[in-house]
């Protein structure tokens, strides 16, 4: 690609910083001239700064922004001579042949998609085994899992829980047979209840 130098905005007043990316640009610095012209161009908005924004991403191979900046650079620019538009239409066929270039080789350079994973063969049903009979599992390895501890009964499946409750039902039966006067001392009846002698006498 021939180097044309970056064009210089038209006006009276140079801004130094437009030299400054002028000279990046001749330079190879594309990145810098860039960063410049872009500020340039945010700043007073004139299409030559579009142009030169479009030739840095030419050399940076970027092909998309190129195109995109050219195209904005003829939409935009009042004066554009024959010349020069045939000139920007030619960046544009370049980049468009650099952009379907750099897809071919994406596309050369993409691993090709792994097969897919064989499908796992099906495991035979094993008959249904009581758990108390059934042989302890055994690894791949070799090492056979360790049979586990019979599980514990509940509370109150064991012998403790219906001795404490015997003996706290046999002790609510006696308090409410006292409290009721069943157990009084002969001749001594509480009063309001009639009481029955158990020696015999009456």
Same mark, same amino acid.
């Given at each position: 690609?021939?180097?044309?130098?970056?064009?210089?905005?038209?006006?009276?007043?140079?801004?130094?910083?437009?030299?400054?990316?002028?000279?990046?640009?001749?330079?190879?610095?594309?990145?810098?001239?860039?960063?410049?012209?872009?500020?340039?161009?945010?700043?007073?908005?004139?299409?030559?700064?579009?142009?030169?924004?479009?030739?840095?991403?030419?050399?940076?191979?970027?092909?998309?922004?190129?195109?995109?900046?050219?195209?904005?650079?003829?939409?935009?620019?009042?004066?554009?001579?024959?010349?020069?538009?045939?000139?920007?239409?030619?960046?544009?066929?370049?980049?468009?042949?650099?952009?379907?270039?750099?897809?071919?080789?994406?596309?050369?350079? $993409? #691993? /090709? !998609?792994?097969?897919?994973?064989?499908? &796992?063969? *099906?495991?035979?049903?094993? +008959?249904?085994?009581?758990?108390?009979? $059934? #042989? /302890? !599992?055994?690894?791949?390895?070799?090492? &056979?899992? *360790?049979?586990?501890?019979? +599980?514990?009964?509940?509370?109150?499946?064991?012998?403790?829980?219906?001795?404490?409750?015997?003996?706290?039902?046999?002790?609510?039966?006696?308090?409410?047979?006292?409290?009721?006067?069943?157990?009084?001392?002969?001749?001594?009846?509480?009063?309001?209840?009639?009481?029955?002698?158990?020696?015999?006498?009456?």
């Amino acid at each position: 690609m021939p180097m044309v130098p970056a064009h210089a905005a038209p006006g009276k007043s140079k801004d130094k910083r437009e030299i400054k990316a002028r000279e990046a640009f001749a330079e190879g610095r594309y990145e810098d001239a860039l960063d410049i012209f872009a500020k340039l161009y945010a700043e007073k908005l004139h299409p030559t700064y579009l142009r030169n924004i479009g030739r840095c991403y030419q050399n940076l191979k970027m092909p998309d922004k190129a195109i995109n900046a050219f195209r904005d650079y003829l939409r935009q620019g009042k004066d554009i001579t024959v010349a020069e538009k045939n000139e920007i239409e030619g960046y544009i066929a370049e980049m468009e042949s650099l952009k379907k270039r750099q897809e071919e080789e994406a596309a050369a350079k $993409a #691993p /090709p !998609a792994p097969p897919p994973p064989p499908a &796992p063969l *099906p495991v035979p049903a094993a +008959p249904p085994q009581d758990e108390k009979t $059934a #042989p /302890p !599992a055994v690894d791949f390895a070799g090492k &056979p899992e *360790p049979a586990r501890p019979e +599980p514990e009964p509940p509370f109150y499946k064991k012998g403790w829980f219906w001795s404490v409750v015997g003996v706290a039902v046999v002790a609510g039966v006696l308090g409410g047979l006292y409290a009721g006067g069943v157990f009084s001392p002969a001749g001594q009846c509480p009063s309001g209840t009639t009481c029955k002698d158990l020696g015999g006498s009456q």
